[in-house]
């Protein structure tokens, strides 16, 4: 079976780094593209960034921009979130995806997703 599975979440001051990362069970994920969304309770789930297959192609939200940035590692099934200059606003439960096609910033277009790993940026 198919999973995604994110770790590096955990409580930082603001101003701090966090990087997040997300493995895939299957080889053949190396040739979706990834994705990290973010939710807080009582909000939908937020798109953060997004990496091509190939790691050629990224995307992010503006609210990231320029702090945060995707990288991937096909040979390791592996996807990375750096974080910096956190906010205490990035607090959340972060979700990594996976979609065929890709990059996208609209989680109906993903097709598999992780449990979430928390965030916790402290003021």
């Known amino acids: 079976q198919v999973q995604l599975v994110e770790s590096g979440g955990g409580l930082v001051q603001a101003g701090g780094s966090l990087r997040l990362s997300c493995a895939a069970s299957a080889r053949t994920f190396s040739r979706y593209a990834k994705g990290w969304f973010r939710q807080t309770p009582g909000k939908e789930r937020e798109f953060v960034a997004a990496?091509?297959?190939?790691?050629?192609?990224?995307v992010y939200a503006d609210s990231v921009k320029g702090r945060f940035t995707i990288s991937r590692d096909n040979a390791k099934n592996m996807v990375y979130l750096q974080m910096n200059s956190l906010k205490p606003e990035d607090t959340a439960v972060y979700y990594c995806a996976a979609d065929e096609s890709g990059p996208s910033r609209y989680n109906s277009y993903y097709d598999y997703w992780g449990q979430g790993t928390q965030v916790t940026v402290s003021s």
């Open positions: 990496i091509s297959w190939s790691g050629g192609n990224t």
